[in-house]
């Protein structure tokens, strides 16, 4: 399973923050990461996207980003088609589940770090 593309929705430069921590940590065992934040252009040296659209060939998005966020970013989600997409502690969004499932897209309440550190990523 390494090697897989994986977005990171809500990259951070802030080493305290979960998503950032998730970058290293997926780097670290061999995912190819995708950060994405409009408000970065470059994140520890590594290229952040403006937007979901930017992206192609994701097999897995991590979301840090609250509802408001990702409510808007759905279409764009679709329209990219990852095999799964992880809500966060904190990311949850009822309301974006069903459309997702509906678009044959894997849905997860999960974190990312237990996720890599007990081998069920």
Do not use: W
């Not at 399973?1 to 951070?12: E, H, P, Q, R, Y």
């Not at 921590?21 to 590594?46: C, M, R, W, Y």
């Not at 409510?71 to 904190?90: E, Q, T, Y």
Request: glycine share 4%; aromatic share 8%.
């Amino acid at each position: 399973m390494k090697n897989l593309n994986v977005a990171i929705l809500g990259a951070s430069d802030h080493e305290y923050r979960y998503s950032y921590k998730a970058n290293s940590l997926l780097k670290e065992n061999g995912f190819n990461t995708f950060l994405v934040n409009p408000n970065h252009d470059v994140i520890k040296g590594q290229k952040c996207f403006k937007s979901v659209s930017e992206l192609n060939d994701i097999d897995t998005i991590t979301v840090y980003v609250r509802d408001s966020i990702s409510n808007s970013m759905i279409d764009d989600i679709i329209k990219l088609a990852p095999r799964r997409v992880i809500f966060n502690p904190g990311s949850e969004n009822d309301l974006i589940y069903k459309q997702l499932q509906d678009n044959k897209i894997i849905v997860e309440q999960a974190c990312t770090l237990v996720l890599l550190n007990t081998g069920q990523f």
